[in-house]
């Protein structure tokens, strides 16, 4: 059974730090491409950040510069460290992972976890 748990939300005031984390389970982990999404009331899910499964990475234009995406293979998890906190960035945020097969992709979301920023 493939599971996605994310931990770390929280309220915080604008300007603080959060770091998101997602402990994957009943995958290969490794192979997986890992993200993070968001929602806030009203919008549609948007991508925040991913990171591939050799390492590369790439971030919304809202993010850049503030956050920052890594994952720890040995521990099956991957985190979002995000700084400098607006209250834009207050939504529910979302692990993703897929891998893409031959004729095929798996995809999976974990639960969320909710993000508050207050000004």
């Known amino acids: 059974q493939v599971q996605l748990v994310e931990s770390g939300g929280g309220l915080v005031q604008a300007g603080g730090s959060l770091r998101l984390s997602c402990a994957a389970s009943g995958i290969n982990f490794s192979r997986y491409a890992m993200g993070w999404y968001r929602q806030a009331p009203g919008k549609q899910r948007e991508l925040v950040a991913q990171i591939t499964s050799t390492g590369n990475t790439n971030y919304a234009d809202s993010v850049k510069g503030r956050f920052t995406i890594s994952r720890d293979n040995a521990k099956n998890t991957v985190y979002l460290q995000m700084n400098g906190l607006k209250p834009e960035d207050t939504a529910v945020y979302y692990c993703?992972?897929?891998?893409?097969?031959?004729?095929?992709?798996?995809?999976?979301w974990g639960q969320g976890t909710q993000v508050t920023v207050s000004s």
């Open positions: 993703h992972g897929d891998r893409q097969w031959v004729l095929t992709k798996d995809d999976f």
